[in-house]
C-alpha cells in the first residue's frame, strides 16, 4: 500500500469545502477497492490539531517546515471563493520577477505549476472555483484580486482560456465532483493500469514543449519547407494530394496526343492502383513511378524537337504551335513531378529521417511543433530531448522511463503499432538532439538495432535530429558500401523566408521594424529570436550585426532587465549576469557536462550575485532551461549556440592564461574545441 498524498490549498473563505475533503479521503479510505493499493493522506496547515507555528517564522515558514511541499504531493487541490488571501511578506517570499505573493494558496500553487512546468509528471493540479456573482463577494479588493490570479498563466494568456477550472455552486456539488475525479486519479495508480492512450499523448506533447524551454517559441512560429518533409514522411493527406496533383497535371498533357500512347496506358495502370490505395496503406512504388516520368520527359522533348522540324507547319500553323506548347508543357510537368518525387518519395518509403543543422537552427522547435501538430489533429505523436535521458542503461530503457511508459520497449512499439493501425494512419515518434545524450557514445552502438525495430512495424515512422558537427562522433559507423537506413533532411531554417520570418518575430517580440532591413543571419531563427529580443526598446547599432553583435546586445538587456527584477543596486558588481554565466560554464567545463545540479548552479550564482532566485530569472529570460533529470533538477544553457559561446569563451580565456591542456578535455570540451578549429584557435 503507497500512500497518495493530497496537498490542500485555499483561502479561508473555503472551510466546507476543505471539510468535504477530509470526508471524501475517510470514505474512500474506507473502501476496500482503494485501501488494497493506496493510502490517502491529506497535507494541510490544519489537518488535526495544526503545525506548530514558530513564534520566529511567519506562518507560511512553518508550513513549509512541517509539511510536505507541494511539489512533492501527487495532487494538488486548489479551491477558491470570493477570496485569494493575505498578502506574504516580501522579504521572504518573492516571485521570480521580484513581485510579492499576494497569498499563501498563492504561493503553494507556484509551487505546485513551476514543478509541472519543468517537466514533471507530478502533481496532478485540480483546480475548483465556487460560481457565484462578484456582486455577492463583500471585500472588492480580494475578488479583484482573485479575477486577476485567474486572469493570467496558466488559466489565461490574455482573452483566451488556456488552462481549465472546476465551477460549482453548492458544497454537496463540489463534494459530488471531487469524489469522482479523485477516484478517476485513483483507478489510474491502481497497479497494471494505464491513462487513456489519448491522454497520455497530449500528456507528452505538453512535457515536452516545457522540456524544451525557449527552444520551442510557439507563439512566433513561421511555417517552412521543412513541414512538407513531414508530410511525406508521415504519408499526410496534403503530401498524398500533392502528388495526385503532380501526376494529374502529367495525365492531362499526354492523353491528348498520339505519341504517348503506350505510356498512357501505364498511367492509367499506376492511376488505379493509386485509387485503390488512397491513404498508401501500402507504399506506392515510387521507383516505377520514376520510371514512367523520366520516359514521359524524354519522350516529350523528343516528339517537341521533332515537331519543330515539321515541314508542314506553315500549313497548319495554329495546329503547330498548339501541339509545340502540349508537348513543352508535358516535359516540363513530368520534370516538376520528377523533382516531387526524388525531394521526398524516399521519406514514406524508409520512415526514418535524420534532420541536421547547425546550432540555432531550430531542429528542436521544428520537431516540438510536429509533435504538437499532430496531436492537436488527433494524430499519434510523441517524443523526447536527449538531454533529459539518463545516463546509463540501455536506451531505450532511458527513453521509456522519460516517457513514463512502465512496460518493455517492445511492449511500447507495439502499442503506438497497432493504434496506429486501427487509425489508419502513421505514428511518428522523434528523438532530438542525439549529440545532447549524456554519453552519446550508446547510439554508436545501439542506434542502427533501434531503428530496425522500428522498420518491423509498417505504421511507424521516426524522426532523429543530430547537430551538424556532432554527426561524425553521435552516429554509428556504417559498413563498407551499406547506405544509411535514414533519409538525410537538412534544416533551412528561415533560408528563402528571412523577411517573413523577420516581421513574425519582430511582431511577436513587439519591436518596431526598420525602414530599410537590417543585414544579418536571418535564416537562423536563434538569431532573428535574439536580435529581436535585443532590440527591445532599442535601435541596431548599424546594418550588418554579427553573432556576437547580438550576444552582446542581449546581454546587455539581460543585465538591465536583472537588476531591476532582482534589485541588484551593487556598483561594485558589474555585469552580473554575464559573469554567472561564465562560471556556469567554467563549471559544465570541470564537470564534462552539458548540465549543472541545480543545487549547484543556485550556490554558484548566490556567491556572484548576492542575491536569491537568480537561475530563476536567468530560466524565465531563456537564457537557462530549468529540468528534472531524474529526481534532481539540473540547469542548462537555453540554446546549444549560447552554450557553445560562453564554452568557447572559457576554453579561450584558458588558452589566454597558458592554463589550457587538450589531454585535460573531456569529450564534450574536446568536440567543442574541435568544432572551433581545435588548438590552432
Known sequence: MHPFLLFLSSPGDCSEERQAVHDVAARLNADPLVSAFAHIEIVAWDQGHGIPLELLATPQASVNNHLPTPESCDVFIGIFNCRLGTPLPIQDFRKFDGSPFLSGTEYEFHRAWEERRRGAYLPEMLIYRKQRDSK???????????????????????????????????????????????????????????????????????????????????????????????????????????????????????????????????????????????????????????????????????AHSAHEKNEDQAVKHDDWKHREYRLRQCAYKSGEALKLLETYSALPRRRVMLLTGPAGQGKTHTLVYEIQRAV???????????????????????????????????????????????????????????????????????????????????????????????????????????????????????????????????????????????????????????????????????????????????MNRLEEEAREKLALDDASRQQTMHRIMGKLAEAMLDGDDFSLPRQRADAIAFETARVERVIDFLCSAGALIDRLDGDEDVIEFGFERLSDTFLADRLLKRIGCGSFEPRFLGDHAANLMSSFGGAEV
Open 136 to 302: 455577492d463577494c463583500a471585500d472588492k479588493e480580494q475578488i479583484d484580486r482573485l479575477e486577476a490570479f485567474f486572469g493570467l498563466p496558466p488559466f489565461k494568456d490574455g482573452t483566451q482560456w488556456i488552462g481549465s477550472i472546476d465551477r460549482y455552486q453548492s458544497t454537496a456539488e463540489f463534494t459530488n465532483k471531487f469524489e469522482a475525479h479523485l477516484r478517476q486519479l485513483l483507478s489510474q495508480r491502481q497497479p497494471g493500469s494505464s491513462p487513456p492512450f489519448d491522454a497520455w499523448l497530449r500528456r507528452q506533447a505538453v512535457l515536452i514543449k516545457a522540456n524544451a524551454g525557449p527552444r520551442y517559441t510557439a507563439d512566433a512560429h513561421v511555417d517552412s519547407d521543412i513541414g512538407q518533409v513531414f508530410d511525406w514522411l508521415l504519408a499526410r493527406q496534403s503530401a498524398i494530394a500533392t502528388m495526385d496533383k503532380a501526376l494529374s497535371e502529367v495525365w492531362k498533357e499526354i492523353a491528348r496526343d498520339i505519341a504517348f500512347g503506350d505510356l498512357s496506358e501505364v498511367m492509367a495502370f499506376i492511376a488505379e492502383q493509386l485509387r485503390s490505395d488512397p491513404l498508401w496503406h501500402h507504399t506506392p512504388d515510387f521507383d516505377a513511378i520514376h520510371d514512367i516520368l523520366e520516359r514521359t520527359r524524354d519522350r516529350a522533348w523528343g
Open 376 to 554: 492537436a489533429k488527433g494524430g499519434i505523436a510523441l517524443g523526447v530531448l536527449c538531454q533529459t535521458l539518463s545516463a546509463t542503461g540501455s536506451l531505450w530503457d532511458a527513453i521509456c522511463a522519460r516517457l513514463g511508459w512502465q512496460g518493455s520497449h517492445e511492449q511500447f512499439l507495439e502499442k503506438l503499432e497497432s493504434e496506429a493501425a486501427l487509425r489508419h494512419q502513421r505514428a511518428l515518434l522523434i528523438i532530438d538532439a542525439l549529440n545532447e545524450t549524456p554519453d552519446r557514445r550508446r547510439w554508436r552502438s545501439e542506434l542502427l538495432g533501434m531503428v530496425q525495430e522500428v522498420l518491423l512495424r509498417p505504421h511507424l515512422a521516426l524522426a532523429i535530429s543530430v547537430r551538424s558537427d556532432y554527426l561524425d562522433v553521435t552516429l554509428p559507423s556504417l559498413p563498407e558500401n551499406a547506405g544509411a537506413p535514414w533519409v538525410v533532411s537538412q534544416h533551412p531554417g528561415f533560408s528563402g523566408i528571412e523577411s517573413d520570418a523577420l516581421l513574425r518575430y519582430f511582431e511577436h517580440y513587439q519591436v518596431k521594424a526598420p525602414v530599410a532591413p537590417p543585414l544579418g543571419e536571418f535564416s537562423n531563427p536563434l538569431y532573428v529570436q535574439l536580435l529581436a529580443k535585443s532590440m527591445q526598446g532599442r535601435p541596431l547599432p548599424h546594418w550588418l550585426p554579427s553573432w556576437l553583435d547580438v550576444w552582446h546586445a542581449w
